[in-house]
């Protein structure tokens, strides 16, 4: 079963832009996790930001984590052609269970 | 380089074939899980071994059959697979399962293709 939901899609940027994407989600959850995988590779954890914070950072990573609203963002600053690669937002919804996966968002950045 | 090593790489089967996934871990992670993702689409989980018992299995038909035969190792394997069956087949490690904030570790899969 499918839990998050990613937008947009898809997103293509310039070298040096800003990529922001987002995700909402339906149930409550005991954390949320930013994926990425490059074409033919598995996934990479990115970052993980619990239910009781806001915000987090991470090189040129920020996640933000809106409960209220359950949704979340993940923006990569002056992206890179080595940031092209498909985004997973994951949430687990309680210790115990497995993460659910989003749709994800294609990245295409080139130079 | 990835921490969790999945073999092969690629599988071609025939549908009355039987074969097996092979992954691996070093990392002393105590659950692990097996993913199927097809093209375009997210990692669907499929089963999930918590201190070598299987703890989730998500309603996986018998033709997929899971086996932890000790903490570093799990298998997957195929009998009489369908078309539809070809996908990326993933495998994941973390600490253990009940403790939900934890990353996964992933392998890069295996691709299988059945004929």
């Known amino acids: 079963s499918q839990q998050g939901e990613e937008d947009p899609q898809a997103l293509s940027i310039q070298e040096g832009e800003n990529a922001t994407m987002n995700c909402s989600y339906k149930?409550?959850?005991?954390?949320l996790q930013w994926y990425r995988q490059n074409s033919g590779r598995g996934l990479v954890h990115l970052i993980l930001?619990?239910?009781?914070?806001r915000e987090k950072h991470s090189g040129r990573l920020r996640v933000t984590l809106d409960t209220s609203k359950k949704s979340s963002s993940l923006l990569i600053t002056a992206s890179r052609a080595a940031d092209t690669a498909s985004y997973f937002c994951?949430?687990?919804?309680?210790?115990?269970?497995?993460?659910?996966f989003g749709k994800g968002t294609t990245l295409s950045v080139s130079s | 380089d990835t921490e969790v090593t999945q073999t092969p790489k690629h599988l071609v089967m025939g549908m009355t074939n039987k074969k097996s996934l092979k992954c691996e871990q070093h990392?002393?992670?105590?659950?692990m899980y097996w993913y199927k993702q097809k093209a375009k689409k997210p990692p669907e989980l499929m089963f999930v071994?918590?201190?070598?018992?299987?703890?989730i299995n998500e309603s996986v038909p018998s033709r997929f059959s899971p086996e932890c035969p000790n903490s570093s190792l799990l298998n997957l394997h195929l009998h009489a697979l369908q078309p539809e069956d070809s996908a990326l087949y993933l495998c994941?490690?973390?600490?253990?399962?009940?403790?939900?904030?934890?990353?996964?570790?992933f392998g890069d899969g295996t691709r299988l293709s059945i004929l």
């Open positions: 994951a949430t687990r919804p309680q210790a115990g269970t497995a993460l659910i």
């Open positions: 930001i619990r239910s009781n914070e």
């Open positions: 990392m002393g992670h105590r659950a």
């Open positions: 071994y918590s201190y070598e018992k299987l703890s």
């Open positions: 994941a490690s973390s600490q253990v399962l009940e403790y939900g904030n934890q990353p996964q570790h």
């Open positions: 149930t409550s959850i005991n954390n």
